[in-house]
Protein backbone atom coordinates (compact mmCIF):
# COMPACT_ATOMS: atom_id res chain seq x y z
CA UNK A 1 0.00 0.00 0.00
CA UNK A 2 1.22 3.77 -0.87
CA UNK A 3 -0.05 7.00 0.95
CA UNK A 4 -0.21 10.53 -1.01
CA UNK A 5 0.18 13.69 0.23
CA UNK A 6 -0.62 16.42 -2.19
CA UNK A 7 1.03 20.08 -2.23
CA UNK A 8 1.25 23.40 -3.99
CA UNK A 9 -2.26 23.80 -4.71
CA UNK A 10 -3.40 27.79 -4.23
CA UNK A 11 -5.16 30.82 -5.79
CA UNK A 12 -4.08 32.33 -9.17
CA UNK A 13 -4.46 34.57 -11.50
CA UNK A 14 -5.38 33.47 -15.45
CA UNK A 15 -1.79 33.09 -17.61
CA UNK A 16 -0.27 32.12 -14.47
CA UNK A 17 2.03 28.92 -13.60
CA UNK A 18 1.24 26.38 -10.51
CA UNK A 19 3.19 23.50 -9.93
CA UNK A 20 1.75 20.27 -7.42
CA UNK A 21 3.97 17.95 -6.40
CA UNK A 22 2.62 14.44 -4.68
CA UNK A 23 5.09 13.10 -1.58
CA UNK A 24 4.45 9.00 -1.39
CA UNK A 25 4.98 6.85 1.03
CA UNK A 26 4.74 2.95 1.53
CA UNK A 27 5.83 0.73 -0.78
CA UNK A 28 8.17 0.96 -3.27
CA UNK A 29 7.41 4.37 -5.02
CA UNK A 30 8.84 3.33 -8.68
CA UNK A 31 6.49 0.09 -8.45
CA UNK A 32 3.39 2.38 -9.27
CA UNK A 33 1.96 4.50 -12.37
CA UNK A 34 1.29 7.45 -11.14
CA UNK A 35 -1.54 10.10 -12.54
CA UNK A 36 -2.88 13.39 -11.93
CA UNK A 37 -6.98 13.77 -12.09
CA UNK A 38 -9.33 16.58 -11.29
CA UNK A 39 -12.68 17.28 -10.34
CA UNK A 40 -14.74 20.60 -10.68
CA UNK A 41 -17.61 21.77 -8.87
CA UNK A 42 -20.35 19.75 -9.96
CA UNK A 43 -18.34 17.49 -11.99
CA UNK A 44 -16.81 14.00 -12.32
CA UNK A 45 -13.70 13.23 -11.24
CA UNK A 46 -11.26 13.53 -14.52
CA UNK A 47 -7.93 12.63 -16.18
CA UNK A 48 -5.26 15.14 -16.45
CA UNK A 49 -2.01 13.21 -16.61
CA UNK A 50 0.03 9.77 -16.14
CA UNK A 51 3.10 8.62 -16.36
CA UNK A 52 4.67 4.91 -16.45
CA UNK A 53 6.70 3.95 -13.39
CA UNK A 54 10.21 4.92 -14.87
CA UNK A 55 8.56 8.28 -16.33
CA UNK A 56 9.40 7.54 -19.65
CA UNK A 57 6.13 7.65 -21.04
CA UNK A 58 3.31 10.00 -20.30
CA UNK A 59 0.08 10.74 -21.17
CA UNK A 60 -2.54 13.74 -21.16
CA UNK A 61 -5.82 14.76 -21.71
CA UNK A 62 -6.18 17.13 -24.79
CA UNK A 63 -7.74 19.94 -22.64
CA UNK A 64 -3.77 20.40 -20.55
CA UNK A 65 -1.48 19.22 -23.42
CA UNK A 66 1.10 21.47 -24.24
CA UNK A 67 0.20 23.76 -20.96
CA UNK A 68 0.70 21.25 -17.98
CA UNK A 69 3.85 18.30 -17.74
CA UNK A 70 3.53 15.49 -15.65
CA UNK A 71 7.14 14.36 -14.24
CA UNK A 72 8.53 12.11 -11.07
CA UNK A 73 11.35 11.52 -8.98
CA UNK A 74 11.80 7.71 -7.75
CA UNK A 75 14.89 9.11 -5.62
CA UNK A 76 12.31 11.32 -3.99
CA UNK A 77 9.00 9.55 -3.97
CA UNK A 78 7.46 12.21 -5.77
CA UNK A 79 5.59 13.02 -8.88
CA UNK A 80 5.09 16.48 -10.40
CA UNK A 81 2.33 18.54 -12.35
CA UNK A 82 3.85 21.66 -13.90
CA UNK A 83 0.62 24.00 -14.63
CA UNK A 84 1.50 26.33 -16.86
CA UNK A 85 -0.91 28.81 -18.95
CA UNK A 86 -3.84 27.84 -16.12
CA UNK A 87 -7.55 29.43 -16.92
CA UNK A 88 -10.59 29.53 -15.44
CA UNK A 89 -11.44 25.88 -16.79
CA UNK A 90 -8.36 24.83 -14.34
CA UNK A 91 -10.39 25.45 -11.38
CA UNK A 92 -10.59 22.34 -9.98
CA UNK A 93 -9.39 19.79 -6.56
CA UNK A 94 -6.53 17.61 -8.14
CA UNK A 95 -5.57 14.40 -6.89
CA UNK A 96 -2.78 12.29 -7.15
CA UNK A 97 -3.46 8.43 -7.67
CA UNK A 98 -1.20 5.43 -7.75
CA UNK A 99 -1.80 2.38 -9.69
CA UNK A 100 0.36 -0.97 -8.87
CA UNK A 101 0.41 -2.26 -12.51
CA UNK A 102 3.04 -1.57 -14.87
CA UNK A 103 0.15 -0.31 -17.65
CA UNK A 104 -0.67 3.37 -17.55
CA UNK A 105 -4.22 3.75 -17.91
CA UNK A 106 -6.55 6.98 -17.57
CA UNK A 107 -9.71 5.25 -15.88
CA UNK A 108 -10.44 6.77 -12.71
CA UNK A 109 -11.51 3.47 -11.18
CA UNK A 110 -7.96 1.73 -12.17
CA UNK A 111 -6.44 3.46 -9.75
CA UNK A 112 -6.67 1.82 -5.96
CA UNK A 113 -4.86 4.49 -4.55
CA UNK A 114 -5.70 8.72 -3.59
CA UNK A 115 -4.32 11.30 -2.45
CA UNK A 116 -6.67 13.90 -0.46
CA UNK A 117 -6.24 16.24 -3.15
CA UNK A 118 -5.14 19.84 -3.31
CA UNK A 119 -7.27 23.09 -4.05
CA UNK A 120 -6.29 25.27 -7.43
CA UNK A 121 -8.46 27.72 -8.41
CA UNK A 122 -7.85 30.42 -11.28
CA UNK A 123 -9.17 33.80 -11.26
CA UNK A 124 -9.40 35.69 -14.11
Known amino acids: QVQLVESGGGLVQAGDSLRLACAAS????????MGWFRQAPGKEREFVAA????????YYADSVKGRFTISRDNAKNTVYLQMNSLNNEDTAIYYC?????????????????WGQGTQVTVSS
Open 51 to 58: LSRRGINT
Open 97 to 113: AARDSALVRVAVDLYAY
Open 26 to 33: GRTFSNYV
